[in-house]
Every structure is written in C-alpha cells, then in structure tokens.
C-alpha cells in the first residue's frame, strides 16, 4: 500500500490534536509591510531603528550563536532587577511578554481553571487560557474602553485561579489608575495571581496608570509583567519578564522552555537598559506624536479615549471598520482591524502619522 492509499484508507485513524487545540482560534498578528512605500501601522512597533547599543551588542554576542544561551538568563534577570529595585530572585525572563504569560498559565492553571480578563483586550489571552485548559472568562470593556473591575471581582469563582490586568489595554489604550487597582486588589482573594501586563507603560504618562511595584509590594498576589518589544524596539529578539514573589518567579522558570531567551536578546535588553536617556526621548517624541495626532483626529470629529501606548483606537461597527480598512490599503497603510469593534493605529513617524491624518480627514463624519 502507499503512502496516499495508506492515508485515505477508511480505517486508519491520525493521530488527533486535543480538543483544546483544534477549536483554538490562531492568533493574528499585525499585518507585515510588502514594499518601502507601506506605512507599517499595525503591530505597534517602534518605528525606530534598534538602539546603537543594543545593535553592538547583538553583533558582539552573534559570535557565539554556537553555545546555547544562559537559561537562567542571569545577567539579565540581575539588570532588571536593578533598574526596578527588587532582587534577581523575583524576576523570572521569557520569550517576550507573551511567553511568560504562557509561563504564569501553565504554571498556575490545571483543566478546568478560570482566567478573568477584559475583553476586548490582547488577543493572546484566550489562546494561552484555552491551550492551557482553562476556562477564559471575558469581561466587557466599560463604556469608555477601559476594564469594569467591578464586574471582573463580580466574575469571581472558587475556581478562578488568574485575573489579567492589561494597562494601557490593547487596542483601546485606556489605562487603569493606581487608585481603581488598589481598591480591585483589596476586593480579590490573595490566593488569585492578579497580572499586571504593562507592555506600554513606557508610554504611558506619569500618573495616568498605577504605580505597580508600589501595589507589588503591598500585595504579594501581584505579578507585573512588561516587554522589551515595544518602547525598546527589540520586537524581533522576543524578550519580556515578569516581577513576582520569589517562590512564584522560581514557579515561572521551572514552566519556561529552556533556552527560550536567546543570548542575542539577553544582550541587547541589558544594553538597551543602560540606553535609559535615549529611550526616554524615543518616547517623549512618540508621545507628542500622539498628542498631535489625538487632538487633530478630535479637530475632524473622531470620538477618541486619551491613549496611553503608542497607538491611537477608533471605536468601528462593521461597515464602518471595513471601509476603513480599505481605504488605507489602498493608500498603503498597515492599520489593525477587530472586526466589530473597532481599529488600532501605530504612532510611527511624523511623515506615517501625517498620511493617517489626511486620510481620515476624509472619512470623517
């Protein structure tokens, strides 16, 4: 028999993904750029080009691509620990933020489990929840795109193992304020790992969102989570962490893949920490950016919420999200559809950021 005929013969049985897997939905990323006239707007990248630094570094450590990189990533874990003011033990590394969320699930979650989250929010979130096992459970944004904490401390079961906190949220760039957090936190069992997934909070102005490694402090049951993939520009290294309580950060590691972290990414995080100065005015440029763009968008009669991240969020039905995503592929801008809900806009450059405008002008109610 053949390999075909053996394939197509009625009583040989494949083996079958689990169940959990085959219904799971793929996650969708930004679209990618396919010329040098795209704007490439979809993914919240830093429209920057890497840090000299960290450049330097990665091309110093591509020499020994050969070894496997520190699992432990200790140098690493050691820097982050510094610039935050806590110790290397309650730090735990990963493959990007997404990856230690993956970690926190897997380590956390049997079968069966619940995960509250607000919806809409990072669309990784109910992929790593089902992979896992668990139950996702999705609570609406409040009227004004940001979470109804009260209605996720509602949602809470004997088995909710896990609630995600996602300030500035993505895609709607609404944050949550250090005083909602503290009352939420006050209301939730200790027993409930609450994440605090800031993957934008360097673009988040001072006071606008909460002081995590104050609640932290206060309230062991917090784990703060955050990437280099974005203000840093080392989206394409995959490398994020996690802060948490010792024993829980020692829990995050054993889940981690090994070597997960490359020792290109290793390096380039640690140069890109000591690149403080120039970060910061990354920043504050993407910042007045945004800014500019808002209150233009607001000129032409868009009803926006004040972002925090570096993207701009355009509440959209489904006709009027299709039309809009059509007008800027046929001008050559990247953007992020959810469909039914809306579109999500990169801040980029003042010359990608000036196309946008002029486009939407013309689509304005």
């Not at 630094?53 to 820097?79: F, H, I, Q």
């Not at 509250?116 to 409040?142: C, N």
């Not at 005015?281 to 868009?302: I, P």
């Amino acid at each position: 028999m053949t390999r075909d005929q053996l394939l197509t013969a009625p009583d040989t049985a494949l083996p079958t993904l689990r169940g959990a897997v085959a219904g799971l939905p793929p996650y969708v990323p930004g679209r990618r750029s396919a010329g040098t006239d795209m704007a490439a707007l979809a993914s919240n990248e830093s429209h920057y080009e890497p840090l000299p630094a960290a450049a330097a570094a990665v091309a110093a450590a591509a020499g020994t691509m050969n070894r496997y990189p520190d699992s432990a990533a200790v140098e690493l874990r050691e820097r982050i620990a510094r610039h935050l003011g806590v110790t290397a033990a309650e730090v735990a590394a990963g493959p990007g933020s997404v990856g230690v969320l993956q970690q926190i699930i897997t380590g956390l979650c049997d079968a069966g489990d619940e995960v509250i989250f607000a919806w809409r929010s990072f669309e990784a979130y109910p992929i790593l929840v089902e992979l896992a096992g668990a139950l996702p459970v999705r609570i609406p944004l409040d009227d004004r795109e940001g979470h109804d904490l009260d209605a996720m401390a509602a949602a809470v079961t004997a088995r909710t193992k896990v609630i995600l906190l996602c300030t500035p949220n993505n895609p709607t760039g609404v944050p949550i304020s250090h005083e909602r957090i503290e009352a939420f936190l006050q209301s939730v069992r200790s027993d409930i790992l609450v994440v605090i997934d800031e993957a934008y909070v360097e673009y988040a102005e001072a006071g606008s969102g909460p002081d995590s490694l104050a609640l932290y402090r206060q309230y062991p049951n917090v784990c703060i989570l955050r990437t280099f993939s974005k203000a840093y520009g080392l989206a394409g290294l995959r490398v994020g962490y996690a802060v948490a309580a010792p024993a829980i950060a020692e829990g995050l590691r054993r889940t981690a893949l090994p070597f997960s972290v490359s020792a290109l990414a290793q390096k380039a995080a640690v140069a890109s920490l000591d690149a403080g100065e120039e970060i910061e005015a990354r920043v504050a440029a993407v910042r007045q950016e945004r800014a500019r763009m808002a209150a233009q968008l607001e000129a032409q009669g868009w009803k926006l919420q004040a972002s925090q991240g570096n993207f701009l969020w355009i509440r959209a039905d489904d006709d009027l999200c299709a039309r809009l995503v059509d007008a800027f592929d046929r001008a050559g801008i990247l953007v992020r559809a959810y469909q039914g809900d809306g579109v999500r806009i990169t801040v980029a450059s003042p010359a990608s950021n000036d196309r946008v405008l002029r486009l939407l002008e013309s689509h304005s109610a």
